[in-house]
């Protein structure tokens, strides 16, 4: 079991570039999301998700896309990178009477 | 006003101390109420939630008022392996996964 995973774990990006960060999870929970950390700032929601087939908008969703084809996974695309997206992302589920959060590892990102 | 306020510390306690970290909030109707705890280039990692009675787990105590709109935690006999930033966070909206974080207290605890 391995709960949350999180890849790649770093990652640089030329501004303009594309790419994908994956989150997989195998605890078969329904809700999952995406999270930034920047310094100085608590975690900021991007984009959740409350089963397959069903994404909603967090505090911060510019320049972000995310789909949910399956329970497991949860991918988040940046489709055209900017310097403001270098941050650390988490990838989190839920679980447990309150709800409570469990985060993947997290990805460095630095966008030039 | 954020929606959820810590201090940002630095809290540097010797080992052994007893320390206490508050958190405000601003929504009343706010629902549920956590403490992680965060190592430096680490993920969150859920701590305690905290009850509306309070709630203790070994050395942690965590408490809620709501007439005030805080939570608090208290870390008693502390160890050099409690430093780290502790976060607040708050189900902001009843029956929803809208969880708001707060910039987090950092601890020190020093030999």
């Known amino acids: 079991n391995a709960g949350v995973t999180q890849t790649p774990k770093f990652q640089v990006l030329k501004t303009g570039q594309s790419m994908t960060l994956q989150c997989a999870q195998d605890?078969?929970?329904?809700?999952m999301s995406w999270y930034r950390q920047d310094p100085g700032m608590g975690l900021r929601l991007i984009h959740y998700?409350?089963?397959?087939?069903?994404?909603d908008q967090g505090e911060v969703p510019n320049g972000y896309n995310v789909s949910r084809s399956t329970t497991e996974d949860f991918p988040l695309r940046l489709l055209s990178a900017a310097p403001s997206q270098t941050s650390v992302y988490f990838c989190?589920?839920?679980?447990?009477?309150?709800?409570?959060?469990?985060f993947g590892p997290g990805t460095r990102l630095t966008v030039l | 006003r954020k929606e959820v306020e810590q201090d940002p510390g630095p809290f540097n306690v010797p080992e052994g101390a007893t320390v206490a970290f508050n958190c405000t909030y601003s929504?009343?109707?706010?629902?549920?109420f956590f403490w992680y705890r965060q190592d430096c280039r680490k993920e969150p990692k859920l701590l305690m939630s905290?009850?509306?009675s309070g709630n203790e787990d070994g050395r942690f105590t965590a408490q809620l008022n709501r007439a005030s709109q805080y939570i608090s935690l208290l870390i008693r006999d502390s160890k050099l392996s409690d430093s780290a930033t502790y976060l607040c966070?708050?189900?902001?909206?009843?029956?929803?996964?809208?969880?708001?974080f707060g910039t987090g207290t950092r601890l020190k605890v020093l030999a």
């Open positions: 989190a589920t839920t679980r447990g009477r309150q709800n409570e959060q469990f």
């Open positions: 966070v708050v189900n902001s909206i009843s029956g929803t996964y809208k969880y708001i």
């Open positions: 605890m078969n929970h329904e809700y």
């Open positions: 998700s409350v089963g397959a087939g069903i994404t």
């Open positions: 929504n009343s109707a706010s629902q549920s």
């Open positions: 905290v009850y509306s």
